[in-house]
């Protein structure tokens, strides 16, 4: 018990490190492969914890669907040599055990299980009484409620320490990313987690390494903790997601490459300043929530307007006008078309819910 204790102990204060960074092949494919990653990993001197799949959940059958149990003795063998502790993803009660039995330090919890409630439960079943970390990756699509649930589950099996993982979401139309940052989703599980671990996997969201770097400074800048980045000795021959993947000196040089930014400062000048500016930025939102609250006011005039002429609440011709004017408009003052879309959308729908309900009144 006190071997278990020491090593929990351990792991704990190389999860405490900032930036942590997590790196190693999106699969464990052979014993050398594992091995020699791990060694030019160590070599760096920038990574604390070697990951690998052992188990990879695919969307189609016929893939590449990991090596199984007898990866993890792999993972052992790379611990021993590198001292960097390991961590994997599970997705079932089953791999949970396995797991365990071989001594992973850090388990993870995949896109592809959080978005199941009954897998996250049989998962979280398995870990009662375990004293190991837990990462929870967002799920596939956009919705924060099965993220939250998820840590809630893991939570109830009386897990102490919960990281979670911006690994970015599925979204149709999306051409630059594999996975749509969605950055606003991650910044409010962050919000309601403030004492939570929240890394960033540039690798899942990217789909390329070309945008690795990108990303991670993206996550940086917004104060993540560290980063997961898919690291292989050969990667255009890796047998799954070649394409996300970089050899352990390409990593050491992305990481090298990102400016390295942090939450607060001691000057004491950059502190009045900047809370200077972020008073100007309440009074402007403060005037901004009084104006969205006249506006309703007007929606909710022409809600009753619609009511007596019996007059649909939507006016397609009109919702376009008025997003073509805003384009305009907004190029002029540097606002993106993307943030106009979405800002007028919400807009629009605080406005169709007012004039439903005087509709419905």
Known sequence: MEQTLNAASTIDEVLSKRPLIISGPCSAETEEQVIETATRLKATGKVDVLRAGIWKPRTRPGSFEGVGTKGLNWLNQAKKITGLPIAIEVATGRQVEDALHFDVDVLWIGARTTVNPFSVQEVADALRGANVPVLIKNPINPDLELWIGAVERVAKAGIKNIGLIHRGFSSYGNTEYR??????????????????????????????????????????????????????????????????????????????????????????????????LREQINHIDDELMQLLGQRMKIADKIGQYKKENDITILQTNRWNELLERAFRKGESLGLSNEFITKYYDAVHMESINHQTAIMNS
């Not at 490459?257 to 200077?276: C, M, Q, S, Y």
């Open 179 to 276: 996975n749509a940052p969605m950055w606003h989703l991650a910044i409010e599980m962050k919000r309601r987690n403030p004492n939570m671990m929240i890394i960033n996997d540039p690798s899942h969201i990217s789909g390329n390494r070309t945008l690795l770097q990108s990303v991670a400074q993206k996550a940086i800048d917004l104060d993540y903790d560290g980063v997961m980045i898919e690291s292989h000795i050969d990667p255009d021959k890796a047998w799954s997601d070649a394409k996300q993947q970089v050899t352990p000196e390409r990593l050491a040089e992305i990481l090298d490459g990102i400016k390295w930014r942090h939450e607060t400062t001691n000057e004491r000048e950059f502190v009045v300043a900047l809370e200077k």
